[in-house]
Structure formats: C-alpha cells, structure tokens
C-alpha cells in the first residue's frame, strides 16, 4: 500500500477474515464491495484465493474492473494441492490442534523461500510472526489457495480484461507453472515470475513486487480522471 500511494493511487483493502472460505463466496463479498462504493471500473489486485476470486469475477462482471493483477494463482486441482487439502481437513476433523512452535514452523517452510530460509535473523523474526498467529487461532488455512475442485482453465479463455499473472518461483502452495498456466488461458495476459520468492512473495521481495506492479498499472487506461483505485 505505501508504494501504490506514493506513486499516485488510491488504495482499497479489505481482508474477508474466513479461513477455508471458498472461491465463490469470495468473489461473491468483491462484488458487493465494489458496487456497494459505486466504483468506477477500477484495477483489482489478489493474492491466492484473492487472485482465484477475481479471475472467477471478471467472467460474470468484468464491467466492474479496467484490470487485475493475479499473484499466486492456479487454475486447476494438482496432486500436492490436493494432498495438502485432505491432510487439513483430516487435521481439522480430529480436532487436535499442533503446538504453536510446531504450527510457526510447518507455515513457515509452506510460506516462504529457500533464500528466505538461509536467512537466520528473518527466520527468527518469521517465526515470531506465525507463533502469534497460531496462538491467535487465525493462521489455519489462511496463506493457502484453496484448490478448484475441477479445472477452469477453458473457462479463463473468455476473459477479456487486461492481467497481469505474478508467479513466486518457490511457491509450494501455488506453484509458479499453474499460474503460468492461468496466464497462458487468458487471451494476452502477461506473466511474470519473481525469483527466490515462495508463497508470500511479496512480503519476501517488495520492491520487486512492488515495482512490477506498478509497472504493469501505468499501462491502464484510467477510468476516473481524478485517480485510479486498487482492490
């Protein structure tokens, strides 16, 4: 947020706050927001189950964005996606619950990089912060994209809108050639691929982030004379 206002933008944020919510009702609270503000068509920018509920908007409203940016996405099920999926909800199932060290550790190897990894002093400071949300009870599910329960692929063909796909090139979660497989779907999407990123590549590498997205806004045509608003 700092770099897209610092660079002119208008800025709207809103984080759903239900783990293990689905696709559909994801896109489903995006709409509301964005008709609920009167916006006029604006860029919209997700990250994992973000990103899967643009892509699933702009094929019922794409009136209602001039763009998107798609981070960490995927456009069919895979069998590590759905091997986790069923390893947490079986967890979820018993109703055990892993000690908050051992929950910090397991998110942290899922979320970030081998470079990150090397890194003793960040490894410190990212285990911090996945021990507080473990305690919290609000760091189950939540830096996972949920997988399809079937392939879309065909579907993102009719997508018109123009996109931007952003994979992280360590994503265990999303891994970078599904989103390149979304990229490829959609009639001149772009693709980019950060290094040495994992699923939360854009808190790992910011300003590489940061500036291709950026990058890719100038190239909107704005529909708001006074400024231009990212979701």
Known sequence: MPALTAAGHQVITFDHGIAGSCVGEVAA??????????????????HSLG???????LLTDPHLASG??????????DAVGDALARAEAAYAEAGSRLPP?????????QNLSPRTLADEGAVADWLDLFEIAALSGTSAGVHR???????????????????????????????????????????????TELADTGHLGFLE???????????????????????????
């Open 29 to 46: 609270v995006v709409r509301q927001l964005l008709t609920a503000l009167g916006l006029p068509p604006c860029p919209l920018v997700g």
């Open 68 to 77: 998107g940016v798609l981070a960490a996405t995927r456009g069919r099920p």
């Open 51 to 57: 990103a899967l509920a643009i892509q699933e908007l």
């Open 145 to 191: 994209p949920r997988p399809h329960a079937r392939d879309r692929l065909a579907a993102y063909a009719r997508i018109t809108t123009p996109l931007l796909v952003v994979g992280f090139a360590d994503d265990m979660l999303a891994p970078a050639h599904l989103s390149r497989e979304v990229a490829a779907a959609i009639p001149g999407a772009r693709y």
């Open 205 to 231: 590498r910011p300003d590489a982030f940061n500036s291709v997205l950026l990058d890719f806004l100038a190239t909107l045509t704005t529909t708001d004379p006074g400024a231009s608003r990212v979701h």
């Open 101 to 109: 060290e051992y929950e910090a550790f397991v998110r942290m190897v």
